[in-house]
């Protein structure tokens, strides 16, 4: 079945330790996200990829960095994880536009020490 | 600022009742409408999707558009204690540079056996 993966589904991460999270899509998709969810909010879009074009929301820390070598994979890079960025981390997946259905995989939770 | 609001609930409705779950934007102009089902701990999964005024209905949801008062619900009937979840409402709106979805906070949905 096409999917949305994202590797690891737990980490833990000391203060300040770099960390990085992966996705991949069988669905050969064009567009992929990277949000990041709290407890009891909304997912927060961090940035998204259409095709290798980056766009990153414009509050989102220096912090997170993403990568997309080609269409099935992207990451996510937090260069120094402080205690706040503890969450949910989401990757999403949308055919060709952005207000088409997205696919979310798992998510990764990510525990800061 | 575009807004989506939620009933944060619970809402609570006994198990074969029909549960109805309400969701209002302010983007006049929104065109994409979504509602995710989040169960605790895991990542949004896609229940409908609905573009145009009227209902839609698969399998026990519909769900319902009125762009004229700017409102979009969702009915689930025969409700299953399974489907004890939050019910997320996005809007993609149609104005604006760096246009994303926009999120409710969710309302949570409890059905009792």
């Known amino acids: 079945d096409a999917m949305v993966i994202q590797n690891p589904r737990y980490q833990v991460t000391q203060f300040g330790k770099p960390v990085t999270l992966s996705c991949s899509q069988t669905?050969?998709?064009?567009?992929m996200y990277w949000y990041q969810q709290k407890s009891s909010q909304a997912p927060k879009l961090l940035f998204h990829?259409?095709?290798?074009?980056?766009?990153n929301e414009a509050d989102t820390p220096d912090n997170f960095q993403s990568r997309r070598p080609n269409t099935s994979f992207c990451f996510l890079d937090i260069r120094s994880p402080g205690l706040g960025d503890a969450a949910m981390y989401l990757c999403?997946?949308?055919?060709?536009?952005?207000?088409?259905?997205?696919?979310f995989g798992p998510g990764t939770r990510l525990l800061v020490l | 600022q575009k807004e989506v609001e939620q009933n944060s609930g619970p809402l609570s409705v006994p198990e074969g009742a029909i549960a109805s779950l309400n969701c209002t934007y302010s983007d006049r102009g929104s065109q994409s409408f979504f509602w995710y089902r989040q169960y605790s701990g895991k990542s949004p999964e896609l229940i409908m999707s609905i573009y145009s005024n009227g209902d839609k209905e698969d399998g026990r949801f519909t769900a319902q558009l009125n762009k004229a008062s700017q409102y979009v619900s969702l009915l689930i009937r025969d409700s299953q204690p399974s489907d004890s979840a939050t019910y997320l409402c996005a809007v993609f709106p149609n104005a604006g540079n760096n246009r994303k979805l926009i999120w409710g906070l969710g309302t949570s949905l409890a059905v009792n056996p």
């Open positions: 669905l050969n998709h064009n567009v």
């Open positions: 999403a997946t949308s055919k060709d536009r952005l207000q088409e259905t997205q696919y």
């Open positions: 990829y259409y095709d290798k074009d980056f766009n």
